[in-house]
């Protein structure tokens, strides 16, 4: 089975993270699935790309199914894959939506914070517990999405941001829920990213993002909090603490 599931219609792709067993979380093969399918989307002229997850949530991190037989330096290789691929979705030329449900943590939520449009069907949840095994990934970003305050007080507590909370924040764009909902959206979303010619979209995308400096410097705090010794121990006590909390 692969990792994820492509589609297009029209200029339209849809690409369904498809592991819903564990939870849609990221694993090396998802993160080359997906590169794989934005090569396709921009060779293709796509307006629009859309992120959905299958089964009951979007996505809910690192794929961290193999913890035991891997080391520091095969997980950082891996965390700076994902990292990588966050800053390909920010500064895409092409317009990107996150339509998020269910559990939305770690990098599954940096994920939606990293696209330009971010809709969440009625129930989700965010959690942002990277820094809790002493990572730095997606924080500028966030901070851009809700304000530098609130991402500060988000990744320090680790606490959740339900929907509505998402929502106030600026995380999220609106809230849907039934099928109709969700095709009217899309319908919308491909209406607003077709109104411009490809050219006139790339220019559009190279001026919102034309620091190219500062996404070079999200990777370097990333690898630099990555790189402390002790990264697979870390990872494992936070998974020990948060299995005994419940």
């Known amino acids: 089975m692969n990792a994820i599931e ?5 200029s339209v792709m849809t690409i369904t993270l498809n592991n819903p067993d564990r939870g849609n979380a990221l694993s090396p093969s998802m993160v080359q699935e997906i590169n794989q399918a934005l090569d396709r989307a921009e060779a293709k002229s796509q307006a629009l790309v859309v992120f959905q997850g299958a089964g009951k949530h979007f996505c809910t991190g690192f794929d961290l199914s193999d913890l035991a037989d891997v080391d520091d330096d095969i997980l950082l290789s891996r965390i700076i894959q994902i990292e990588l691929l966050l800053a390909r979705i920010w500064s895409a030329p092409f317009l990107t939506l996150a339509l998020a449900k269910g559990r939305t943590f770690g990098a599954g939520a940096d994920l939606v914070a990293s696209c330009d449009r971010r809709f969440a069907q009625t129930g989700a949840s965010f959690s942002f517990p990277g820094a809790a095994f002493g990572l730095v990934l997606g924080t500028r970003r966030l901070g851009e999405r809700i304000g530098r305050d609130t991402a500060q007080n988000l990744i ?5 941001l339900s929907d509505i909370d998402s929502l106030k924040a600026g995380l999220l764009h609106d809230l849907v829920s039934l099928p109709d909902e969700i095709e009217a959206l899309i319908e ?8 411009l010619n490809e050219v006139t979209r790339r220019q559009i995308s ?18 630099r909090s990555a790189s402390v010794p002790g990264l697979k121990k870390r990872i494992e006590d936070y998974r020990a603490s948060v299995m005994a909390a419940r």
């Open 6 to 10: 492509v589609s297009r219609k029209s």
């Open 188 to 195: 919308t979303e491909t209406v607003t990213a077709r109104r």
């Open 156 to 160: 320090l507590s680790g606490g959740f």
């Open 206 to 223: 190279q001026a919102l993002n034309p620091d190219i400096a500062a996404l070079d410097n999200d990777l370097a705090n990333l690898v």
